[in-house]
């Protein structure tokens, strides 16, 4: 059974970057033939894929929000994070990781998400 658990503050400030980490456990990030995403959900814009990063290391963004946004991983601690720079309150949302499988295209386990909110 693969696990995905999301970390990180629950409040930043606008302008700060916020960081993610995605603990996950069952399974391998390199293990080839998954990806491993960002997804957040906010009550204005709904569910919106941020990035992911895939099993041999390359990343891919969103082109909406690649300009301030990286993903990176610690193979030695399966772990995927996101960082997000210059945060305004647009970036409020719901923070998901996710599993996805290259041959359906589709997310198979996700993590159960972790609240964070950008205000001064």
Not at 3 to 30: D, R, W
Not at 91 to 107: K, L, M, P, Q
Request: charged letters at 15%; proline letters at 4%.
């Amino acid at each position: 059974q693969v696990q995905l658990q999301e970390a990180g503050p629950g409040l930043v400030k606008p302008s700060q970057t916020l960081s993610l980490t995605c603990t996950v456990s069952g399974g391998s990030i390199t293990t080839r033939g998954y990806y491993w995403s960002w997804i957040r959900r906010s009550p204005g814009k709904g569910l919106e894929w941020m990035g992911g990063i895939v099993s041999d290391g390359v990343t891919y963004y969103n082109p909406s929000l690649k300009s301030h946004t990286s993903i990176s991983r610690d193979t030695s601690k399966n772990q995927f994070s996101l960082q997000l720079r210059s945060v305004t309150p647009e970036d409020t949302a719901v923070y998901y990781c996710a599993r996805g499988r290259v041959t359906v295209d589709a997310y198979d386990y996700w993590g159960q998400g972790t609240q964070v909110t950008v205000s001064s």
